[in-house]
């Protein structure tokens, strides 16, 4: 392998590795600050207590986003230099932001939030809440218009002189049409990993506290489990309308990645949805099994009856637009195929348990059966899985193009994997610091693991209002967990 592969399979890495806690810390930090208002609004103790409970299980996961977010930004930098070079100028005016406002404000109050349970009013402290898990959401909204930039370039012009893309517009940048259809689709996404996670481990411990002879103590968790599911199915009708908007506009902007996705080798009118492959889908890509007339010209523009271009007919348009070998503008198709069909099929565990448990939970009954708390388990990971499989499509479906060319925009603003990583950076060099953060990233996860597992298995601590309230000037500023 050269120094490119590597590089790739290093981001790659470190950038899914990430991922796992992302979508978790972006839904779960407006969900704890709805279980908190509860308590604020309610006085119940068993909404402190899932409060406690889910803050704990948030904070872990927090952290351990922040620590491995660090790494990504570095690889811009050292592995990529020739892609900072070359849009540096645009790209990094949105992180600045996320980390001078974004940033700030979700650390900032999320300490306060930590450490001023007993310090701060009720009123005040329920604000801090709120402000970080806003922070969160506005970090999200950041880094998805600078990735949106190098799904679509816009606010920037190309200077012949630096060969660069230089920003001229950060408000185009902002209000990217990429941006806008893909933010909400993402936290309507982790709102889906969050209300996953609220309801199966909240169904969890209602059945295993069921199985104890404990009835109260399931009971205590149905308030949290019943928000999960409300958050999961309205997130869920979310996600597929958010979905629908941003896959139209994908067929729109860049039609080879959309093509990919179906492994369509030639133009089509009506084309059709492929639900399954049997074959080999890169050198064939006409093996399907199963494919649903009309869905997929229906969903590219709302017209059954629609055309739609092919692999074939696309790469011959990219070589002679932009020149080349044509199939070097072809993504690897089992990937785009697969993981298309792979984010979709996850997300229907969610779905099921969403299903299955507002039916056991309606009129006030609290599920308590053996199959209910095994399907909790088996959901919990796979809306995770989901959001991986759907950013490798949308990363891998983008290739060969590092920065796609917008087709209204500057043709100049485009830039190919092949030339944006360092001619610095040898093989040894990335071969090492792969090997590196695979094994650190890897003893972390086991870190993490463990911390999720031992205080999920510990459940909701015993906890008063009284035990919180207020302001007590004699108090210790103290961990408050």
Request: overall charge neutral; some cysteine.
């Amino acid at each position: 392998m050269n120094a490119l592969d590597l590089s790739r399979w290093q981001f790659g890495i470190t950038t899914v590795y990430h991922f796992i806690f992302v979508p978790l810390t972006i839904g779960l930090a407006p969900l704890v600050a709805i279980m908190q208002t509860a308590w604020f609004r309610t006085g119940k103790d068993h909404w402190l207590r899932m409060t406690k409970f889910f803050g704990k299980l948030f904070l872990i996961n927090f952290a351990m986003g922040v620590v491995t977010g660090i790494v990504q930004e570095f690889q811009f930098g050292m592995n990529w230099s020739e892609y900072s070079r070359f849009v540096g100028d645009v790209f990094g005016a949105p992180l600045a932001l996320e980390a001078l406002i974004a940033f700030f404000m979700e650390s900032t109050f999320l300490g306060l939030w930590i450490f001023g349970w007993d310090r701060l009013s009720k009123r005040v402290h329920l604000a801090t809440i709120w402000i970080a898990a806003i922070g969160i959401n506005l970090s999200a909204y950041f880094i998805i218009a600078a990735n949106s930039f190098m799904q679509h370039p816009v606010g920037a012009v190309y200077n012949p002189q630096t060969k660069r893309a230089e920003l001229n517009s950060i408000l185009d940048v902002l209000t990217n049409p990429t941006t806008l259809a893909a933010f909400p689709h993402q936290i309507t996404a982790s709102l889906v990993v969050a209300g996953t996670f609220v309801a199966g481990i909240a169904g969890w411990w209602a059945v295993r506290a069921a199985s104890q002879s404990r009835p109260d103590e399931a009971a205590i968790y149905r308030p949290a489990l019943r928000l999960g599911l409300i958050v999961l199915l309205i997130a869920g009708v979310g996600v597929a309308i958010t979905g629908d908007v941003q896959g139209k506009m994908m067929f729109k902007q860049q039609p080879m990645k959309m093509a990919a996705a179906e492994a369509l080798c030639t133009t089509e009118q009506g084309a059709g949805f492929s639900v399954f492959a049997i074959g080999d889908v890169q050198n064939d890509c006409n093996v399907k099994q199963l494919t649903l007339p009309g869905l997929t010209s229906f969903l590219a523009t709302n017209d059954l009856d629609a055309t739609v271009k092919g692999v074939k007919d696309l790469k011959a348009e990219y070589a002679l637009k932009y020149g080349g070998d044509p199939d070097s503008y072809v993504p690897m198709l089992p990937v785009t195929y697969w993981t298309f069909r792979l984010m979709i099929g996850f997300g229907a565990f969610s779905a099921a348990l969403a299903l299955a448990g507002l039916w056991l939970s309606r009129r006030g009954a609290t599920p308590t059966g053996k199959r209910f708390g095994q399907l909790a388990l088996v959901a919990l990971p796979m809306p995770f899985l989901a959001n991986f499989t759907g950013w490798i499509f949308t990363e891998m479906g983008r290739q060969p193009w590092i920065v796609a060319p917008n087709p209204t925009g500057d043709a100049n603003i485009r830039l190919t994997t092949s030339t944006a990583v360092s001619p610095y950076v040898d093989v040894p060099s990335v071969l090492l610091s792969l090997v590196v953060f695979t094994l650190l990233y890897g003893s972390l996860a086991v870190v993490w693991f463990g911390l999720m597992k031992r205080y999920t298995l510990e459940g909701a601590p015993q906890v008063s209002g009284d035990d919180v309230a207020g302001h007590d000037d004699d108090a210790p500023l103290a961990f408050a967990y």
